[in-house]
């Protein structure tokens, strides 16, 4: 039989499996549980973060005797364990936990905030503050143990920044000679820690992105595009690629990545005026935000070296929102798109394969009436943390594959 008799004969073949229903079937949608999270008797809770074992870290809020919050930690069916009530009196709040279980945060006594680590076999540890400073709260901790955070200083209310390991114990992050706050967004699984701080250039003090490695020992101002105005740095993977943005000449600002060797590529937008990148994973795919070309609303995006920067969509509203958690490793995305009309928002997760679905539609357990409404954060595993609504009560939770 000659070359073209088969592939005539192969063409036929496929016409025949397509229209007995063999052909490859589209990715089938993932679903989820819902879990509800005790609320420990409280007046209500806010979940900070959670690890890749499903554990999560906040506090809990009660009004008796006054108001003042908790620490808590949940497992992954929900139940909740007050850490607080087990410290001194005074508030307390928990930022970030590692897949060790290791959480930090601030606990208060009077005026006095100390930042702390927790472990479930050692209890808590007061980590203190730099010398000149008089309190501290730990906002980031990764899988070496290493932590991150904010500092006062004694007289003022400047903020400045600081990291903690067991081996160096608390370093001052010093600043880029500015007067103001230094902010703290991003802390990596190797030490490295990025935000933005004020510059001494008059007449504003304009913020510029920084890095801070133990290597370095002192802060690395990452500047602007077109040396013009401010920047942020917002997060930072292991390989050192960091993202943001910076302002542009002429009004607005641009998503930016930062290389390991210091330079800065301009992401730019999805056609509108503005866009920041908010969160990078391993693979150096990075989720933001951007104007859209015709100037109404906001959409999200995910950019890649191969691809350039991609819309995600919406559910069918103007307006569609993520956060600095967004991200994990497969490259899955959550957050929460309005739908039309602009009054409602649902969670959505968006993957290459799927595009981007109502996670109203996959949650197999959804209590009836509950809606779905945010979604902010995702790990390694596929959990989502979200915020659902039912009766005009809102409430954090977590979904779990299922």
């Known amino acids: 039989m000659g070359r073209r008799s088969w592939r005539l004969v192969a063409i036929t073949l496929a016409a025949v499996v397509a229209l007995a229903g063999l052909a490859p079937a589209a990715t089938k949608p993932p679903q989820y549980h819902y879990v509800a999270l005790d609320t420990l008797g409280g007046n209500s809770i806010g979940v900070a973060d959670f690890n890749n074992k499903g554990q999560l870290v906040g506090e809990v809020n009660f009004s008796f005797p006054g108001p003042h919050y908790h620490t808590a930690i949940w497992d992954l069916a929900g139940q909740g364990t007050d850490l607080g009530a087990q410290w001194v009196s005074g508030s307390s709040e928990a930022w970030a936990i590692n897949d060790k279980g290791q959480v930090v945060g601030g606990q208060w006594s009077g005026s006095i905030e100390t930042a702390f680590l927790w472990t479930a ?12 400073f008089k309190s501290s709260e730990a906002w980031f901790i990764n899988k070496k143990g290493q932590v991150a955070g904010f500092t006062l200083p004694a007289a003022g209310w400047a903020r400045g920044a600081f990291f903690w390991s067991p081996k160096e114990g608390m370093k001052d992050l010093g600043k880029l000679g500015g007067v103001e706050d230094v902010l703290l967004h991003a802390l990596n699984g190797l030490g490295q820690v990025v935000g933005q701080a004020s510059t001494p250039e008059a007449p504003d003090y304009p913020d510029h992105a920084f890095s801070w490695t133990l290597q370095d020992g002192m802060m690395k101002d990452l500047g602007t595009l077109q040396n ?37 590529q301009d992401l730019q937008t999805l056609g509108g005026q503005s866009s920041m990148a908010l969160a990078i994973n391993s693979k150096g795919q990075v989720v933001g935000t951007s104007d859209p070309p015709e100037g109404l609303g906001t959409r999200t995006f995910i950019w890649s070296a191969k691809e350039g920067m991609k819309d995600l969509g919406t559910l069918g509203g103007d307006w569609v929102y993520l956060e600095n958690k967004s991200i994990n490793s497969k490259g899955q995305v959550v957050g929460f798109s309005y739908l039309a009309g602009n009054e409602v928002s649902h969670g959505f997760l968006w993957s290459q394969k799927t595009g981007m679905l109502d996670l109203n539609d996959l949650v197999v357990d ?34 779990v594959p299922k």
């Not at 076999?121 to 000149?132: H, I, N, Q, R, T």
């Not at 690629?241 to 800065?264: E, F, N, Y």
């Not at 209590?367 to 954090?396: F, H």
């Open 366 to 399: 959804l209590p009836p009436g509950m809606i779905i409404e945010e979604a902010y954060a995702i790990n390694d595993k596929g959990m989502i943390l979200a915020v659902a609504s039912q009766d005009s009560t809102r409430t954090e939770c977590l979904l």
């Open 228 to 264: 013009y105005g401010w920047s942020a740095a917002w997060d930072v993977n292991d390989k050192g690629q960091i993202v943001g943005w910076s302002d542009i000449p002429g009004g607005g600002r641009h998503a930016v990545l930062w290389t390991g060797t210091g330079s800065m």
């Open 121 to 132: 076999k050692g209890g808590k540890e007061d980590l203190g503050a730099p010398s000149g």
